[in-house]
């Protein structure tokens, strides 16, 4: 059985074609599913009895399932077990502009960032799309809220998972259903390369952020190995590639690191590596966990790094810190819940 959260709206037709229905029916069920959001084939009162058999007979409506929810000011982490037991997590912050859902795309992540809490437990399999589906609808369903903005940001490296992360992008994004705006959907990648490629022809709305975390390559592997397969130049020409083919902005993340990557020489490297570009840095202060050694930069070391990169006109912001109380900012998901293997 497949779960139909995984289905776009277009294989939704191929696959009521396949079984000789009419394509339009799709546009039905979606409405079902996302707008009406019924839990059984049986709600669904415009849907004539033998095509509910044969859906029936075909798809599953299964849910993951919320365990436990950690509240702070403005945030609440949820954790999600799986069919199979695995567990992910998924973070939900409110901004004075709306809510944004910060999704898990893998169940563990084999990109080994040494910051990374997140990335201990090495990767057990890729999200379903379906998974990813419900951790947003859930979610919703739970806090009497919608989601206005989804960032791929929680366990997992979403370009390590494309297929299923492109196919969630087109389901929440579908106009007969979740209806969230491309422009409200941000993918994070820490730099692979021939997707970041692959993304900027595949004509997504979707916002492009770059986990950079460093200035020069030296650092950066020291930081995160995928610099290893794609260094800074291989990677910052594959971003130009995007900006031109998208005409898009990208954004740069950048986690401040005490006495590691927040020097005057770093931010003048950073400055020499993006000028010019049609891009912005979100500084990141670092959420400081009991398993890694890394420290925060201190809020002069950031307010250093930040003016020496307005004075040269690189567009930059400091990113509001959000949950570190209960361990659901950046790098942090799954850090308490289980100890990662
Ligand atoms: S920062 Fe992202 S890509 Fe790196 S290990 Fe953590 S989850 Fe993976």
Not at 34 to 46: E, G, I, L
Not at 70 to 87: A, I, M, P, Q, R
Not at 111 to 131: D, I, P, T, W
Not at 159 to 186: P, Q, S, W
Request: glycine residues 4%; hydrophobic residues 35%; charged residues 30%.
């Amino acid at each position: 059985m497949e779960n139909i959260y995984g289905y776009t709206l277009e294989m939704l037709e191929e696959y009521l074609a396949s079984i000789g229905e009419k394509k339009f029916k799709a546009n039905q069920l979606y409405d079902w599913l996302y707008k009406k959001r019924v839990n059984s084939f049986d709600d669904m009162t415009n849907v004539g009895k033998a095509t509910i058999q044969k859906l029936k007979e075909h798809f599953s409506l299964e849910k993951i399932e919320i365990v436990t929810k950690e509240t702070g000011k403005d945030v609440s982490k949820y954790l999600f077990n799986l069919h199979d037991n695995n567990k992910i997590e998924a973070v939900l912050m409110y901004h004075d502009y709306g809510t944004s859902l910060c999704v898990s795309s893998q169940v563990g992540c084999n990109m080994s960032c040494s910051f990374c809490e997140s990335g201990r437990l090495k990767k057990v399999r890729n999200l379903e799309a379906y998974e990813m589906v419900q951790e947003l609808l859930l979610i919703e369903k739970y806090e009497n809220v919608r989601i206005s903005h989804i960032v791929l940001m929680g366990i997992g490296e979403p370009f390590d998972n494309y297929d299923n992360v492109m196919k969630f992008i087109d389901i929440v994004n579908c106009g007969k259903g979740i209806e969230l705006g491309a422009r409200h959907i941000t993918v994070s990648t820490s730099g692979i390369v021939p997707k970041i490629k692959e993304f900027a022809k595949s004509d997504k709305q979707v916002n492009l952020a770059i986990s950079l975390h460093a200035s020069n390559d030296e650092l950066r592997r020291k930081l995160m190995p995928i610099d290893k397969a794609y260094p800074l130049d291989t990677l910052m020409d594959a971003i130009k590639e995007y900006i031109g083919k998208t005409n898009r902005r990208v954004t740069f993340e950048y986690i401040m690191l005490d006495h590691v990557n927040d020097t005057k020489e770093n931010a003048l490297e950073l400055v020499n590596l993006l000028k010019g570009m049609n891009c912005y840095v979100n500084l990141i202060p670092y959420n400081e966990t009991s398993h890694i050694d890394f420290k925060k930069s201190s809020q002069e070391r950031i307010m250093n790094f930040y003016d020496i990169l307005k004075k040269n006109n690189i567009n930059v912001t400091i990113r509001r810190e959000f949950g570190s109380k209960v361990s659901a900012a950046c790098g942090q998901l799954r850090a308490n819940h289980e100890e990662a293997k």
